[in-house]
């Protein structure tokens, strides 16, 4: 029955496509929390809920089904979920949405007719405020994190009081020649450079003004310019960097969470102490990060929620979390327990807490970080003074912030704020499919549907797959485009969004490339300029190199095979390792490429501070990646041609450059074309290499288009902007595919 | 124009035994020299030094006057045809044809001239225009000898040129392959493997087997004249037949037949010998002496046939008119003049000067 067979398979593969589109309901008397929790942390959760359910859920016939996401898809996927009443009951996460959820409505459900003073007592003050915004409660505190200070006991027997103390301290442990220093941290992050900035005051006033001009901010930057000046810290500083300077006892003290603790080389014996005090006596203020648990609006069981929430936020859940879960509990009867209290790492984080700030839970700090980092990185460099990197900040900021808070008046203004229905958007395929459907078309498609059946039949799981997976996130992403859809307004009907052609007018028609201070680096014209010069550049060179290795592979030489493997390696690890290899290999103190400079005798670069040399660090990255394909396909395309040839050309006098002149080169061009249409193509979209090598510095003046939208979209969170700006990356794509594919057939035409 | 000369040339691949261990061959200024010879043996090999394409080992290769082993291929002043026809595909026949002419740097104009007149010569100037794959199998071979001839090289050399075409085109092509040297007479080496294009080409042709040169000579000198059985063979369809023989006093004895030699013959020739004895010479009729063979098979060739005839384990072919042809499975008498026997040592080298008289007198006996 080979027929049967072919049915059963074919049942099979529309099973499978028709299961991806179905999700199943819950029942009604389960209690869904979600949470992004691993490993011991994930551990001690799952304990508490087994216990939840066995006693308190048990009595009021409650279970809580808990769902682990993956770190990087959570915020996205509770930002679909919640507004739209399918999300869960509860959740964990970090506190500093809660401005943005609360601004934008049906998101977090206020809790301030449960929570009872008495829980409320369980809870440090800083952890309470950052649960509120705007005076009203959202959700109670979990755990908390900040930074502190980490040093090493074998170098630093006492942490150091003061900050004047630290930095002494710092000078006589570093080594630049051998690469010990006395103090690292990420202090190009903001998060890190928070210990500083709220000691000056903090960016945010205490009514919510964007304040990272005032003289307390510019004084923080100073202060910064000031360790750094010391030498006593690394250049360039990642979180890899810093552990592993910690792990092999080359940095005296660190600066960081306990998320490094788990890291920690065995043999290092560190202690923990809260930061120091800076000169004025005043302690420095690091950002606390807290984890607060949610309930959302849409839960059918805000009470059995809210019983978990108090569970969950217990004494005897505090001390599980902080034994088991190796966490920071919200709840200080956690650091009474002695099992906790013999932990002076979790004690000193405990202190820390009590001159930490919260981050800011305001919908504009959202907007804060990318800039800050830049005006950071900007400072550090001395490409501006602290003022300038300061008075930038705040204008560029507080724009973003206007457009945000006119945006969200128009919100307020509208009476309508329910949740847009997916629904409407089948009618685009409906309607497709209704057009197709009518009169002769239909039966056209009809014949061939039915001519070519077993084939359809085939094809279909696929061509709905395409449909699900492709088409629909493109036709999305161009609607998109049409709106002025940001984080805060994702969920408000489309009608109120649209935009027309905003966005592509913004984006087209500033012109303004220079303006008195430079470059503006973020002008379309300019990215535009960088990618188009990035990807003929990188043509040029993989197709360079490509062809002379091929030349060179293309002759019998002993150990030939050998060569072609490992020059096929590149290709064959994943390109983003190979990427942060390269950075790793451009750092300007540690990596092996200014070694090698200064062991010739040059001066170190500072790869990554201007444009040209920033530019030349992803090439090198790309052209290392790509040319073992060029290389392949061009020795692929050698060896179709005929030996005889060279050996007619030969008779006739022809030199080695007339022969590759009129004969390699010319028959190579069939092979290369199409390499080349694909090469530009994926380098023109060559997200990885970017964003993981040079990272678009300075100051994104090296990004190409598809970085830039990325930024856009999830840094600056402007869906929208960034759906018009992916379009063009599109179209610009499109007109070459098509101009490449004329040119190609007018001059096979032309043969 | 040139004479070619390769005295003790050797070629050497790796470290096998040589290729070609010691070759010695003049070629005449204006001559046509084919090479043949069986697969393997060497010939494109040999072309290929004289070429330029392939290093010399050793030994010395003269073109004209001038020592030549280490010349580069383009300074030789030589054309070659190859079997592949080795045309550039993405270059029209004009720009195939005038390639040779551009690299040496020819004014433009003179390469126009030079590439028209030619292509007038070989009736290709409506082509001009095309590629070559838009071009037949004998088109392309006319465009392949037109970019030889346009440079007006010193020697021409085809390696199989022919090979790739049908036996009419085949034909065709060789007629005109001859007419062009008659008119030219360009010095020209020619390898193949056909037997009808070495005979009707060459001026003279050299033999070879195992890297080694076996004869030269005039197509008649070496259908007459073979110095040995490898050539005997070589030569001639069917090839000569040739079995062993046994000389006892003056009586020669084999499979076939016993007969009388001369007594001066008998003196020149071993005991132990073989004989040669082309198909063709054998026929029904006649009063020269006979031979007796079982008839294994016959093979129709239209005008004519050949019979296959036994003698205990050893075999012989004979080329008869249809009307004589036997019955197979029947034993039959064939007529011979002991004057078209060949003499040869077990080594296969020929007996020099030993013929045997038409005496008339030879004893006939019947076979074993
Ligand atoms: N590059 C090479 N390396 C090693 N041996 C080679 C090489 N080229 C040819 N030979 C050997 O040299 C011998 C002569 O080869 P050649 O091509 O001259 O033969 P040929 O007479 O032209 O044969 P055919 O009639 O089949 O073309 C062969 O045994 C061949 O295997
Ligand atoms: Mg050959």
Same mark, same amino acid.
Request: charged share 20%.
């Given at each position: 029955m080979p027929d049967l067979r072919k049915y059963l398979q074919i049942a099979a593969l529309w099973l499978l496509g028709a299961s991806a589109l179905l999700a199943g309901p819950a029942s009604a008397e389960e209690i869904r929390l979600w949470h992004a929790y691993r490993g011991e942390e994930k551990a001690a959760l799952e304990n508490l809920l087994e216990r939840f359910n066995a006693t308190v859920g048990h009595n009021s016939g409650h279970t809580v089904i808990p769902l682990a996401i993956p770190f990087d898809s959570y915020a996205d996927k509770l930002s679909a979920a919640l507004p739209r009443g399918r999300g869960p009951d509860l959740f964990i996460f970090a506190h500093d949405r809660i401005g943005g959820w609360a601004l934008s409505g049906n998101t977090i459900a206020a809790v301030d007719d449960f929570a009872s003073a008495a829980i409320l007592e369980r809870f440090p003050q800083p952890l309470r405020d950052a649960m509120s915004f705007e005076g009203k409660l959202y959700g109670l505190p979990f755990n908390f994190k900040s930074v502190a200070l980490i040093y090493n006991r074998d170098l630093v027997p006492e942490p150091p009081a003061t900050a004047a103390d630290m930095l002494a301290l710092a000078k006589r442990h570093t080594d630049q020649a051998r690469g010990h220093f006395g103090l690292a941290f990420e202090y190009t992050e903001p998060f890190y450079h928070g210990a500083l900035l709220n000691a000056g005051g903090g960016a945010f006033s205490a009514d919510g003004e964007l304040q990272v001009d005032s003289s307390g901010a510019v004084g923080a930057l100073h202060t910064l310019r000031e360790w750094l000046a010391t030498g006593a810290l690394p250049s360039e500083p990642t979180s890899a960097l810093v552990s592993g300077l910690f792990n092999q006892g080359r940095a005296a003290m660190v600066i960081n969470g306990p998320w490094m603790l788990s890291e920690i080389d065995p043999t290092i014996d560190y202690g923990v102490a809260p930061l120091p005090l800076l000169d004025n006596g005043e302690p420095l203020s690091p950002w606390a990060a807290v984890e607060g648990l949610f309930l959302s609006?849409?839960?059918?069981?805000p009470q059995a929620a809210w019983a978990l929430v108090e569970f969950l936020t217990s004494d005897e859940a505090a001390l599980e979390m902080a034994t088991t879960g190796k966490q920071l509990p919200a709840n200080s009867a956690a650091f009474s327990f002695p099992e906790v209290q013999q932990n002076p790492v979790a004690m000193a984080f405990r202190k820390q807490l009590d001159t930490a700030q919260p981050i800011p839970n305001l919908a504009e700090m959202t907007l804060l970080w990318t800039p800050l980092r830049t005006a950071l990185q900007r400072t550090v460099k001395g490409t501006a003074t602290p003022e300038e990197a300061a008075r930038e900040l705040q204008a560029g900021v507080q724009q973003d912030i206007d457009t945000l808070r006119a945006q969200q008046q128009a919100l307020t203004n509208q009476q309508n704020t329910q949740a847009a229905p997916l629904w409407p958007w089948l009618l685009i395929p409906a309607g497709l499919i209704a057009f197709l459907l009518t009169g002769t078309r239909r039966r056209r498609i009809a014949a061939g549907l039915q001519e070519h059946r077993t084939a359809a039949s085939f094809v279909g799981p696929a061509a709905i797959g395409m449909l699900v997976l492709v088409f629909f996130p493109l036709a999305y992403g161009l609607l998109l485009s049409f709106t002025d859809t940001t984080m805060f307004n994702e969920h408000t009907p489309l009608s109120s969004r649209w935009a027309g052609l905003d966005n592509y007018v913004a984006i087209l028609s500033d012109w303004r490339i220079w303006n008195e201070s430079g470059v503006r680096f973020d002008n379309f014209y300019w990215t535009l300029g960088i990618t188009i010069a990035w990807t003929l550049v990188n043509l040029a060179l993989t197709v360079l190199l490509g062809l002379g290795l091929a030349l060179a592979l293309n002759k019998p030489f002993r150990g030939r095979n050998l060569v072609r493997v490992l020059l096929i390696l590149p290709w064959a690890i994943p390109n983003y390792i190979t990427a942060l290899i390269w950075k790793g290999l451009f750092h300007p103190q540690f990596g092996a490429i200014n070694q090698f400079v200064v062991l010739l005798g040059g001066d170190p670069v500072a790869?990554?501070?201007?444009v040209t040399a920033s530019f030349f660090t992803g090439v090198i990255t790309n052209v290392w990646l790509g040319f073992p394909f060029m290389m392949l396909v061009i020795l692929g395309g050698l060896q179709t041609i005929p030996s005889d040839l060279y050996e007619a050309a030969r008779m006739e006098g022809a030199s080695r450059w007339q022969q590759f002149r009129r004969i390699t080169l010319p028959m190579l061009r069939p092979t290369l074309l199409p390499a080349v249409v694909m090469s530009v193509i994926w380098t023109f979209n060559m997200f990885n290499v970017i964003y993981l090598v040079s990272d678009g510095a300075p100051a994104g003046a090296n990004d190409i288009l598809i970085t830039k939208a990325f930024r856009i979209g999830f840094e600056k969170y402007q869906y929208a902007y960034a759906s018009a700006y992916s379009t063009i990356v599109l179209l610009l794509l499109l007109a070459y595919a098509i101009w490449q594919t004329r040119v190609t057939r007018m001059t096979e035409a032309a043969k | 124009m040139a004479s070619i000369s390769l005295k003790k040339i050797v070629k050497q691949y790796g470290q096998q035994a040589a290729t070609i261990p010691g070759l010695d061959l003049e070629i005449r200024d204006g001559e046509f020299m084919v090479l043949v010879g069986p697969s393997g043996c060497g010939k494109s090999t040999t072309l290929r030094m004289i070429a330029g394409l392939e290093s010399v080992s050793d030994g010395e290769l003269r073109i004209g006057e001038r020592l030549v082993n280490d010349v580069a291929a383009g300074e030789r002043n030589i054309a070659m045809v190859f079997q592949s026809y080795a045309l550039y595909p993405h270059m029209t026949v004009f720009e195939n044809m005038a390639f040779g002419l551009r690299v040496r740097k020819t004014p433009d104009a003179k390469v126009r001239e030079q590439v028209e007149a030619t292509a007038r010569a070989l009736g290709l100037e409506p082509l001009l225009q095309r590629k070559p794959g838009e071009l037949s199998g004998g088109q392309r071979q006319r465009v392949a000898l037109g970019r030889a001839l346009v440079r007006n090289p010193d020697v021409f050399l085809f390696d199989e040129?022919?090979? !790739?075409? /049908?036996a009419e085109l085949r034909t065709q092509m060789r007629a005109e392959i001859a007419r062009l040297h008659r008119t030219q007479g360009t010095t020209s080496v020619y390898v193949t493997h056909d037997q009808v294009e070495a005979m009707t080409l060459g001026d003279r042709i050299a033999i070879m087997n195992g890297g080694r040169l076996m004869q030269v000579g005039t197509p008649a000198e070496l259908y007459s004249?073979? /110095? !040995?059985t490898f050539v005997a063979q070589f030569m001639g369809s069917p090839p000569m037949n040739i079995f062993s023989g046994q000389r006892d006093g003056t009586r020669l004895r084999t499979a076939f037949f016993e007969i009388e030699l001369p007594t001066a013959t008998a003196a020149a020739l071993p005991t132990e010998l073989q004989v040669g004895l082309r198909p063709?010479?054998?026929?029904?009729?006649?009063?020269a002496a006979t031979l007796n063979g079982r008839v294994e098979m016959i093979e129709c060739l239209g005008h004519e046939g050949l019979a296959y005839l036994a003698a205990g384990d050893t075999q012989l072919r004979a080329k008869l008119a249809m009307e004589q042809l036997p019955q197979t499975g029947t034993d039959a008498v064939l007529r011979f003049n002991p004057a078209d026997l060949y003499f040869f040592d077990t080594n296969g080298e020929r007996i020099a000067a030993t013929s045997v008289e038409p005496a008339g007198t030879a004893l006939e006996t019947a076979g074993a």
């Open positions: 609006p849409a839960s059918k069981h790869w990554f501070d201007t | 040129p022919l090979s !790739n075409l /049908d004249a073979p /110095d !040995n063709e010479c054998l026929s029904t009729t006649g009063t």
